[in-house]
Nanobody, 131 residues
Framework: QVQLVESGGGSVQPGGSLRLSCAASGLTLNEYAIGWFRQVPGKEREGVSCIISSRGSPYYEDSVQGRFTISRDNAKKTVYLQMNSLKPDDTAVYYC????????????????????????WGQGTQVTVSS
């Protein structure tokens, strides 16, 4: 079965950096879109970034554009989220999610950061940005 495991979260001061990893198993990574989402208590889960295909351009939520970079290593079945210039507002539990492009490609192209377009989810990793 498909499993996604996030790692790399932690506590960092404002302006610092973290790199999150999402290790995937049970799937062929280049057949899936991978997204990163985050959630704080009392708020809806929001899409942060996604990469739909190896040849496609990544998507970023406006508040992280220019600070976060998503990348994937299909051979290692791992997707990364490099987070720079972190702000207190970035504090959240971060989740990675996967969606098979063959079944949801059209919906992903229209709403790449909609959480209901993703079928598989990791357990999440906490990111805390605080001085």
């Amino acid at each position: 079965q498909v499993q996604l495991v996030e790692s790399g979260g932690g506590s960092v001061q404002p302006g610092g950096s973290l790199r999150l990893s999402c290790a995937a198993s049970g799937l062929t990574l280049n057949e899936y879109a991978i997204g990163w989402f985050r959630q704080v208590p009392g708020k809806e889960r929001e899409g942060v970034s996604c990469i739909i295909s190896s040849r496609g351009s990544p998507y970023y939520e406006d508040s992280v554009q220019g600070r976060f970079t998503i990348s994937r290593d299909n051979a290692k079945k791992t997707v990364y989220l490099q987070m720079n210039s972190l702000k207190p507002d970035d504090t959240a539990v971060y989740y990675c999610a996967a969606s098979r492009f063959a079944t949801k490609g059209r919906r992903l192209m229209v709403l790449p950061l909609a959480s209901n377009n993703y079928d598989y989810w990791g357990q999440g990793t906490q990111v805390t940005v605080s001085s």
